[in-house]
Nanobody, 122 residues
Framework: QVQLVESGGGLVQAGGSLRLSCVASGRTFSRYAMGWFRQAPGKEREFVAAISVNGAVTDYADSVKGRFTISRDNAKNTVYLQMNTLKPEDTAVYYC???????????????WGQGTQVTVSS
């Protein structure tokens, strides 16, 4: 069992930055790839970014490439999502999740956090 808790969301103006954190419980964090997804009102949950067990491999949705950076600290059981140059269309609830490998396929992710709200004003 893995429990995930996201934090760092909030209200920011367009062009601003936020850093999301996701802390995982348990001693098996370093065995899993981690991903970030987001869900805007009335839309399906979509892939944002993913990172491999050792951080060597990352993947991003085209919509966030060059603006968002995913990273992890296995000693702290934490994965981060640095979000720069935020746009109103980035407004969503952001979730972290666990997978066996780096993938954008939502169905491959098992445990999910409760989400953190990010709102970008224009």
């Amino acid at each position: 069992q893995v429990q995930l808790v996201e934090s760092g969301g909030g209200l920011v103006q367009a062009g601003g930055s936020l850093r999301l954190s996701c802390v995982a419980s348990g001693r098996t964090f370093s065995r899993y790839a981690m991903g970030w997804f987001r869900q805007a009102p009335g839309k399906e949950r979509e892939f944002v970014a993913a990172i491999s067990v050792n951080g060597a491999v990352t993947d991003y949705a085209d919509s966030v490439k060059g603006r968002f950076t995913i990273s992890r600290d296995n000693a702290k059981n934490t994965v981060y999502l640095q979000m720069n140059t935020l746009k109103p269309e980035d407004t969503a609830v952001y979730y972290c999740a666990v997978a066996a490998t780096v993938t954008s396929n939502r169905s491959r992710y098992g445990y999910w956090g409760q989400g953190t709200q990010v709102t970008v004003s224009s």
